[in-house]
């Protein structure tokens, strides 16, 4: 159980930045033992991977704030994202030892497709919530918007690995903010369409 709920935060986490749960699993793996990665997995906690990871990590925080660019960039990271997902899940499997099951290790291909579709599921939220932020507040939610994100991202990555059982909590609150955005979305573009299809000079009749 905690194995599967440690892989679920790190690929929600995934879903919102590519690069922070990488970089946490990553070092954590270096300076504690509370991250031990499973065979086949050790390239992670090399430094000069790291390092490409944080450099990555430092255009995506730059990129991501930037109105229409921030859209580019999730388009990209539409590939990017969910293959993190499925990394960060499979490279932490190993805390299966600690429940005496090696199931997970047995099944390596479970954690990639389960953290492939949660980042997805999570990278697809964020992007067309995107959009609708940026109309709505003329371009100016999108920094707010993108930092609140990775402290999220953040946020969820240590939460995966220390509090596993708070990912249950934190996955019904991201559960609950994806229905409202998703109705938020419904209704922007129902009002784009309705306003594509009044003719030239139409006006809101008063009274």
Known sequence: MLAALTGL?????AGLN???????????????????????????SNWGVLAIIAVLLAAEVVLDKVPAVDSVNDAIQTVVRPASGGVVFSA???AAELEQSSWMTEHPWVGWLLG????????????????????????????????????????????????????????????????????RVRRFRARRRAARSRPPGWSQPSG
């Open 9 to 13: 935060g790190l690929s929600t986490a």
């Open 116 to 183: 492939i579709g949660v980042a997805l599921a999570v990278h697809a939220m964020k992007a067309a919530a995107r959009p609708l932020v940026n109309v709505g507040t003329a371009g100016a939610g999108a920094p707010v918007v993108s930092t609140v994100e990775d402290a999220g991202s953040l946020g969820m990555s240590l939460i995966a690995i220390f509090l596993p059982v708070l990912v249950i909590v934190a996955l019904v609150l991201l559960a609950v903010l994806s229905w409202w955005l998703l109705r």
């Open 18 to 44: 590519a690069y922070i749960p990488l970089l946490v699993v990553g070092v954590l793996s270096n300076f504690t033992d509370t991250v031990q990665l499973p065979d086949g997995y050790g390239w992670l």
């Open 92 to 94: 932490t499997n190993a």
